[in-house]
Nanobody, 120 residues
Framework: QVQVVESGGGLVQPGGSLRLSCAASGSIGNIYDMGWYRQAPGKQRELVAA???????NYADSVKGRFTISRDNVKKTVVLQMNSLKPEDTAVYYC??????????????WGQGTQVTVSS
């Protein structure tokens, strides 16, 4: 069984920072891409940032220069450092992990989500 658990959400004022963490555990095999998605009320879930096994990063245009994604392959964790937060960053943030016995057999696993609210 695979578990993906996020932590670190909360309420922050505009311009502030938050750090989201995600840990994968269980019979997960190899971890390939790891990423963060978010879903605001009434909107579709969207990619925020992703990082490959070898550290290639991809960011949504709306967060470039403000958010940084990093991972620890040994600890099976991924972190999203969010700076200069804006009210439009308010959403439920989900961790996503692609893992499996091989790349062709990788499956997508999701965390339960953590709320980020940016408000004064």
């Amino acid at each position: 069984q695979v578990q993906v658990v996020e932590s670190g959400g909360g309420l922050v004022q505009p311009g502030g920072s938050l750090r989201l963490s995600c840990a994968a555990s269980g019979s997960i095999g190899n971890i390939y891409d790891m990423g963060w998605y978010r879903q605001a009320p009434g909107k579709q879930r969207e990619l925020v940032a992703a990082i490959t096994m070898v550290g290639i990063r991809n960011y949504a245009d709306s967060v470039k220069g403000r958010f940084t994604i990093s991972r620890d392959n040994v600890k099976k964790t991924v972190v999203l450092q969010m700076n200069s937060l804006k009210p439009e960053d308010t959403a439920v943030y989900y961790c996503n992990v692609y893992a499996g016995s091989s790349y062709s057999r990788r499956l997508s696993y999701w965390g339960q989500g953590t709320q980020v609210t940016v408000s004064s």
